[in-house]
């Protein structure tokens, strides 16, 4: 089975730092994803990769930035983390058209 | 955009009772599949459906893709306190070279034990 695994649970941080989450997935998956979840508000999709070095934005790209330097790691930053990117954040790879594969998730909290 | 509405949205069932749930979509897919999170964790794939009309089982879960390939439902047999948490459907189109999944709101599944 794939595995896509988040550098961290549970993350704390104040406002105005650089964040970094990490994501990788073992399967040589080409398609890679950020999503964050929010009551009430469910998932939604930040940036997604469908390559190395590529990136496309997603439904909510404001305030994040994404690197992929190598097919297997995805990373998501916050440049200047604000209260109101307090989420859970979810990573995500697929192959092209097929089942996607989740991370357990980030819970970011800004302080 | 596209949308999926997701039914029920919680549900409160007896043990041993059997739970129906469906997405529906004023889009066609190419692709259904269900997803289950439990609490503080990431969403767990339970079935994928890839051709319409296509029924699946995974042990008590059964899921099927709508011939109109705007719909699919989940079903779970004989519920069991483990299958408390909240479960979501996603619809996948895809073209060119990657694709994007589109979620439903997802139905909150509480057992009585």
């Known amino acids: 089975d794939v595995k896509v695994t988040q550098s961290s649970r549970y993350l704390v941080k104040r406002t105005g730092e650089k964040v970094f989450l990490e994501c990788v997935q073992d399967?040589?998956?080409?398609?890679m994803f950020w999503y964050r979840q929010d009551p009430g508000l469910g998932l939604r999709l930040i940036y997604f990769s469908y390559d190395v070095k590529m990136k496309e934005k997603g439904d909510i790209p404001e305030g994040y930035s994404v690197s992929r330097e190598k097919k297997e790691r995805f990373s998501l930053i916050l440049e200047s983390a604000s209260t109101n990117q307090t989420s859970m954040y979810l990573c995500?790879?697929?192959?092209?058209?097929?089942?996607?594969?989740f991370g357990s998730g980030t819970r970011l909290t800004v302080v | 955009g596209q949308q999926l509405n997701q039914s029920p949205q919680s549900m409160f069932i007896q043990e041993g009772e059997d739970v129906s749930m469906n997405c529906t979509s004023s889009s066609i897919f190419n692709t259904w599949l269900w997803y289950k999170q439990d609490p503080g964790e990431g969403p767990v794939l339970l079935i994928a459906?890839?051709?319409?009309?296509e029924l699946t089982s995974n042990g008590r879960l059964t899921a099927q893709f709508g011939i109109t390939r705007k719909d699919s439902f989940l079903n779970i047999s004989a519920s069991i306190p483990s299958d408390v948490g909240i479960y979501f459907c996603a619809g996948l189109n895809y073209g060119g070279s990657q694709g994007n999944l589109i979620f439903g709101k997802g139905t909150k599944l509480s057992v009585k034990p």
């Open positions: 399967m040589d998956h080409e398609n």
């Open positions: 459906l890839y051709k319409a009309g």
């Open positions: 995500a790879s697929s192959t092209t058209g097929r089942r996607y594969t």
